[in-house]
Protein backbone atom coordinates (compact mmCIF):
# COMPACT_ATOMS: atom_id res chain seq x y z
CA UNK A 1 0.00 0.00 0.00
CA UNK A 2 0.84 3.40 -0.38
CA UNK A 3 0.22 6.58 0.36
CA UNK A 4 0.02 9.54 -2.18
CA UNK A 5 2.56 12.30 -1.24
CA UNK A 6 0.68 15.71 -0.57
CA UNK A 7 1.38 18.40 -3.27
CA UNK A 8 3.15 21.90 -1.92
CA UNK A 9 -0.01 23.69 -3.07
CA UNK A 10 -2.20 21.21 -0.53
CA UNK A 11 0.12 21.82 1.96
CA UNK A 12 -0.35 25.45 1.77
CA UNK A 13 -3.99 25.83 0.78
CA UNK A 14 -4.43 23.47 4.18
CA UNK A 15 -1.93 25.93 6.01
CA UNK A 16 -4.46 28.64 4.94
CA UNK A 17 -7.23 27.00 5.73
CA UNK A 18 -6.45 26.42 9.58
CA UNK A 19 -5.25 29.91 9.98
CA UNK A 20 -8.86 31.32 8.94
CA UNK A 21 -9.61 29.53 11.72
CA UNK A 22 -7.85 32.48 13.95
CA UNK A 23 -9.90 35.52 12.16
CA UNK A 24 -11.83 36.80 14.86
CA UNK A 25 -16.11 36.99 15.18
CA UNK A 26 -17.61 39.70 15.83
CA UNK A 27 -19.53 38.35 18.34
CA UNK A 28 -17.27 38.44 20.97
CA UNK A 29 -16.39 41.78 20.29
CA UNK A 30 -20.12 43.83 21.59
CA UNK A 31 -20.31 47.41 21.08
CA UNK A 32 -22.11 50.08 21.12
CA UNK A 33 -22.98 51.61 17.71
CA UNK A 34 -21.48 54.62 17.75
CA UNK A 35 -19.02 56.86 20.58
CA UNK A 36 -19.34 60.27 21.77
CA UNK A 37 -16.39 62.28 19.92
CA UNK A 38 -16.82 64.93 22.71
CA UNK A 39 -16.28 62.26 25.70
CA UNK A 40 -12.95 62.18 27.56
CA UNK A 41 -11.78 58.98 26.30
CA UNK A 42 -8.64 57.16 27.98
CA UNK A 43 -6.25 57.27 24.74
CA UNK A 44 -2.81 58.08 24.33
CA UNK A 45 -1.44 60.01 21.96
CA UNK A 46 1.50 61.03 20.11
CA UNK A 47 3.04 64.62 20.41
CA UNK A 48 3.23 64.50 17.19
CA UNK A 49 3.48 62.27 13.52
CA UNK A 50 7.91 62.51 14.59
CA UNK A 51 7.06 60.63 17.81
CA UNK A 52 5.26 57.31 16.37
CA UNK A 53 7.57 54.65 15.67
CA UNK A 54 5.55 52.92 12.37
CA UNK A 55 7.62 49.97 12.71
CA UNK A 56 5.29 48.42 15.79
CA UNK A 57 1.98 48.82 13.09
CA UNK A 58 4.09 47.45 10.01
CA UNK A 59 7.06 45.33 11.49
CA UNK A 60 7.74 43.43 8.18
CA UNK A 61 8.77 46.76 6.84
CA UNK A 62 10.58 48.24 9.18
CA UNK A 63 13.34 48.59 6.72
CA UNK A 64 11.45 50.74 4.56
CA UNK A 65 11.19 54.65 5.38
CA UNK A 66 7.36 54.43 4.74
CA UNK A 67 4.88 56.11 6.34
CA UNK A 68 0.76 55.75 6.16
CA UNK A 69 -0.83 57.33 2.78
CA UNK A 70 -4.05 55.61 3.14
CA UNK A 71 -6.46 56.95 6.29
CA UNK A 72 -9.92 55.20 6.93
CA UNK A 73 -11.52 57.65 9.43
CA UNK A 74 -13.84 55.94 11.84
CA UNK A 75 -12.57 52.47 10.13
CA UNK A 76 -15.36 50.39 11.34
CA UNK A 77 -14.72 46.59 11.51
CA UNK A 78 -12.01 46.90 8.73
CA UNK A 79 -13.48 45.86 5.83
CA UNK A 80 -12.59 48.58 3.09
CA UNK A 81 -8.82 48.38 5.02
CA UNK A 82 -9.00 44.51 4.08
CA UNK A 83 -10.09 44.91 0.75
CA UNK A 84 -7.75 47.92 -0.86
CA UNK A 85 -4.71 46.31 1.36
CA UNK A 86 -4.03 43.63 -1.33
CA UNK A 87 -4.51 46.12 -4.28
CA UNK A 88 -2.26 48.49 -3.14
CA UNK A 89 0.57 46.83 -1.23
CA UNK A 90 3.04 49.56 -1.60
CA UNK A 91 1.06 51.86 0.20
CA UNK A 92 0.72 51.94 3.97
CA UNK A 93 -3.04 52.44 5.13
CA UNK A 94 -4.29 53.61 8.65
CA UNK A 95 -7.72 52.73 10.25
CA UNK A 96 -8.47 54.64 13.11
CA UNK A 97 -11.55 53.98 15.60
CA UNK A 98 -12.47 55.50 18.41
CA UNK A 99 -14.72 52.48 20.00
CA UNK A 100 -12.46 49.81 22.13
CA UNK A 101 -14.04 46.63 21.06
CA UNK A 102 -14.40 47.68 17.20
CA UNK A 103 -10.84 48.47 17.25
CA UNK A 104 -9.26 45.36 18.54
CA UNK A 105 -11.67 43.15 16.49
CA UNK A 106 -9.80 45.19 13.58
CA UNK A 107 -6.26 44.47 15.46
CA UNK A 108 -7.22 40.74 15.95
CA UNK A 109 -8.58 40.89 12.15
CA UNK A 110 -5.13 42.12 10.62
CA UNK A 111 -4.09 39.55 12.89
CA UNK A 112 -5.48 36.97 11.40
CA UNK A 113 -4.98 37.47 7.79
CA UNK A 114 -1.36 38.31 7.98
CA UNK A 115 -0.95 34.78 9.72
CA UNK A 116 -3.25 32.95 7.29
CA UNK A 117 -1.16 34.72 4.08
CA UNK A 118 2.38 34.37 5.88
CA UNK A 119 3.28 30.80 4.14
CA UNK A 120 2.52 32.01 0.28
CA UNK A 121 5.42 32.52 -1.87
CA UNK A 122 3.23 35.13 -4.11
CA UNK A 123 0.61 37.26 -3.51
CA UNK A 124 -0.17 39.64 -0.25
CA UNK A 125 0.50 39.33 3.21
CA UNK A 126 -1.26 42.39 5.06
CA UNK A 127 1.63 43.95 6.24
CA UNK A 128 0.80 47.24 4.63
CA UNK A 129 -2.13 47.59 7.08
CA UNK A 130 -2.93 49.03 10.25
CA UNK A 131 -5.09 50.57 13.12
CA UNK A 132 -4.91 52.68 15.64
CA UNK A 133 -7.51 53.61 18.68
CA UNK A 134 -7.84 56.95 18.36
CA UNK A 135 -10.64 60.07 18.22
CA UNK A 136 -9.62 61.45 14.92
CA UNK A 137 -12.00 64.54 15.20
CA UNK A 138 -9.41 65.80 17.74
CA UNK A 139 -6.24 64.77 17.24
CA UNK A 140 -5.52 63.84 13.47
CA UNK A 141 -2.53 65.86 13.10
CA UNK A 142 -0.86 64.27 16.04
CA UNK A 143 -0.70 61.01 13.58
CA UNK A 144 -0.17 62.79 10.12
CA UNK A 145 2.01 65.13 8.67
CA UNK A 146 1.50 68.38 6.69
CA UNK A 147 0.75 66.99 2.74
CA UNK A 148 1.43 63.00 4.15
CA UNK A 149 -1.81 61.61 2.87
CA UNK A 150 -3.23 60.77 -0.60
CA UNK A 151 -6.29 59.37 0.69
CA UNK A 152 -9.20 59.71 3.68
CA UNK A 153 -12.08 58.01 3.63
CA UNK A 154 -15.31 58.30 5.79
CA UNK A 155 -17.63 55.53 5.12
CA UNK A 156 -21.45 55.88 6.61
CA UNK A 157 -20.18 58.22 9.34
CA UNK A 158 -22.71 58.47 12.05
CA UNK A 159 -25.27 60.82 10.75
CA UNK A 160 -26.20 62.72 14.04
CA UNK A 161 -29.94 63.32 12.78
CA UNK A 162 -30.58 66.37 15.79
CA UNK A 163 -29.94 69.93 14.58
CA UNK A 164 -27.99 70.30 17.90
CA UNK A 165 -25.58 67.18 17.42
CA UNK A 166 -24.91 68.08 13.87
CA UNK A 167 -22.01 69.83 15.48
CA UNK A 168 -20.48 66.50 16.18
CA UNK A 169 -20.86 65.20 12.24
CA UNK A 170 -17.23 64.18 10.96
CA UNK A 171 -17.62 66.60 8.15
CA UNK A 172 -17.14 70.64 9.24
CA UNK A 173 -15.57 73.21 7.95
CA UNK A 174 -13.07 73.08 11.13
CA UNK A 175 -12.55 69.90 10.76
CA UNK A 176 -11.95 70.01 6.47
CA UNK A 177 -9.20 72.56 7.37
CA UNK A 178 -7.19 69.72 8.98
CA UNK A 179 -8.00 66.87 6.53
CA UNK A 180 -6.58 69.34 4.26
CA UNK A 181 -3.61 70.10 6.26
CA UNK A 182 -2.84 66.35 6.29
CA UNK A 183 -4.05 65.68 2.70
CA UNK A 184 -1.03 66.36 -0.57
CA UNK A 185 -2.25 68.45 -3.06
CA UNK A 186 -4.15 66.59 -5.36
CA UNK A 187 -5.65 64.14 -2.34
CA UNK A 188 -8.71 62.71 -2.43
CA UNK A 189 -11.95 63.24 0.22
CA UNK A 190 -13.94 59.75 -0.34
CA UNK A 191 -17.49 60.20 1.17
CA UNK A 192 -20.21 57.46 1.36
CA UNK A 193 -23.77 57.19 3.19
CA UNK A 194 -27.00 55.83 3.16
CA UNK A 195 -28.13 59.00 4.64
CA UNK A 196 -29.74 61.29 2.15
CA UNK A 197 -29.17 64.71 4.08
CA UNK A 198 -25.82 63.74 5.53
CA UNK A 199 -25.03 63.26 1.60
CA UNK A 200 -26.08 66.63 1.24
CA UNK A 201 -24.52 68.00 4.10
CA UNK A 202 -20.71 66.46 3.03
CA UNK A 203 -21.54 67.70 -0.23
CA UNK A 204 -22.10 71.14 0.15
CA UNK A 205 -19.02 71.53 2.88
CA UNK A 206 -16.71 70.00 0.95
CA UNK A 207 -17.66 72.37 -2.36
CA UNK A 208 -18.22 75.22 0.02
CA UNK A 209 -14.48 74.93 1.34
CA UNK A 210 -12.04 76.68 -0.98
CA UNK A 211 -9.33 74.10 -0.47
CA UNK A 212 -11.66 71.47 -2.02
CA UNK A 213 -12.85 71.00 -5.78
CA UNK A 214 -15.59 68.23 -6.47
CA UNK A 215 -14.40 64.93 -8.19
CA UNK A 216 -16.69 62.87 -10.22
CA UNK A 217 -16.89 58.97 -10.36
CA UNK A 218 -16.05 58.83 -13.82
CA UNK A 219 -13.07 61.58 -13.59
CA UNK A 220 -12.18 58.88 -10.50
CA UNK A 221 -12.20 55.74 -12.96
CA UNK A 222 -10.26 58.13 -15.41
CA UNK A 223 -7.64 58.42 -12.85
CA UNK A 224 -6.96 54.90 -12.37
CA UNK A 225 -8.78 54.78 -8.64
CA UNK A 226 -12.10 52.28 -9.98
CA UNK A 227 -10.32 49.85 -7.34
CA UNK A 228 -10.99 52.27 -4.56
CA UNK A 229 -14.37 53.22 -5.77
CA UNK A 230 -15.50 49.46 -6.12
CA UNK A 231 -13.60 48.26 -2.80
CA UNK A 232 -16.39 46.28 -0.56
CA UNK A 233 -16.01 47.86 3.00
Avoid at 49 to 65: G, K, S, T
Avoid at 112 to 140: C, P
Wanted: some cysteine.
Amino acid sequence: MAKRKRSDNAQSQEHVDEAHKLLPQKRFYRQRAHANPFSDHALDYPKSPQHIDWRVHYPRLANEDKRPEFADIGCGFGGLLISLAPLYPETLMLGMEIRVQVSQYVQDRINGYRVAHDTEDKGFHYQNVSIVRANAMKFLPNFFAKASLSALFFLFPDPHFKSRKHKARIISPTLLAEYAYVLRPGGIVYTITDVKDLHEWMKTHLQDFPLFDPISEEALRAEGKGDIVDAED
